[in-house]
């Protein structure tokens, strides 16, 4: 699996959009980019996941450059339920079908 | 639709005895996989069952841990004897089969502290 970059950690106002980015330069084409996030305590949870085409669904929006090297994850009105460590990952569909985690992204939503 | 769950929350144990952690998947998900997350460590995979059998233990890191998964539903996860570096915490989590990328459910988790 394509390995991936992200910053260690970020803050956000409450209400702001909050930006995750992730470059995985070596993507492979059947490879999709997944996110998860971790809250304190909690297993992670999934978030959303794309190939190619921008995603949105009732968490976040997932935009992927067209060159696919890199993505961002949008959280539109963050809330301090958000703050959490956000995890990018990449995977193909077929093969083998484990997650294969990073550091993540500190995420700190600010009131 | 119950969640992924993971018995016990919590345990303590001493260096040398015999824990097992248990995980119901989501009834219906054919696909189980267990993985835990060391103290500062990134979480890591373990191993992954579809049904009962084991299609994945690459990150089984010795022969002190044994999973099981018998009849394709729940899943144990022993560790015999343990060790100091055992400790963290064990995630199991469930899918779907063939499911077009849709994520896994993952429990909350064991903390497995050994002392």
């Known amino acids: 699996d394509a390995k991936t970059t992200q910053p260690p950690s970020m803050d956000c106002a409450e209400g702001r959009a909050a930006n995750l980015p992730c470059n995985h330069s070596?993507?492979?084409?059947?490879?999709?980019v997944y996110w998860y996030r971790q809250i304190h305590s909690q297993g992670p949870q999934y978030i959303i996941h794309?190939?190619?085409n921008n995603e949105t669904n009732e968490m976040a929006s997932l935009i992927i450059t067209e060159d696919r090297k890199s993505s961002t994850l949008i959280l539109p009105h963050a809330t301090l339920r958000d703050t959490a460590v956000y995890y990018c990952?990449?995977?193909?569909?077929?093969?083998?079908?484990?997650?294969?985690f990073g550091q993540g992204t500190r995420l700190t939503i600010n009131p | 639709e119950a969640g992924v769950t993971q018995f016990p929350s919590h345990s303590v144990i001493e260096k040398g005895q015999t824990v097992t952690l248990r995980c119901d998947p989501i009834?219906?998900?054919?696909?189980l996989y267990w993985y835990r997350r060391v103290m500062g460590k990134e979480i890591k995979f373990l191993l992954h069952?579809?049904?009962?059998?084991?299609?994945?233990e690459s990150g089984m890191p010795n022969n002190r841990f044994l999973a099981e998964r018998t009849g394709g539903t729940y899943s144990t996860l022993k560790v015999q004897p343990a060790e100091l570096e055992d400790s963290g915490v064990y995630f199991c989590?469930?899918?779907?089969?063939?499911?077009?990328?849709?994520?896994?459910?993952f429990g909350s988790g064991t903390r497995l502290t050994v002392v």
């Open positions: 989590a469930s899918s779907q089969v063939a499911r077009e990328g849709y994520g896994y459910t």
């Open positions: 990952i990449v995977r193909a569909l077929e093969g083998a079908q484990k997650l294969v």
């Open positions: 069952f579809v049904k009962e059998s084991k299609q994945d």
């Open positions: 009834s219906g998900h054919d696909n």
């Open positions: 794309g190939l190619k």
């Open positions: 070596t993507i492979s084409g059947n490879e999709y």
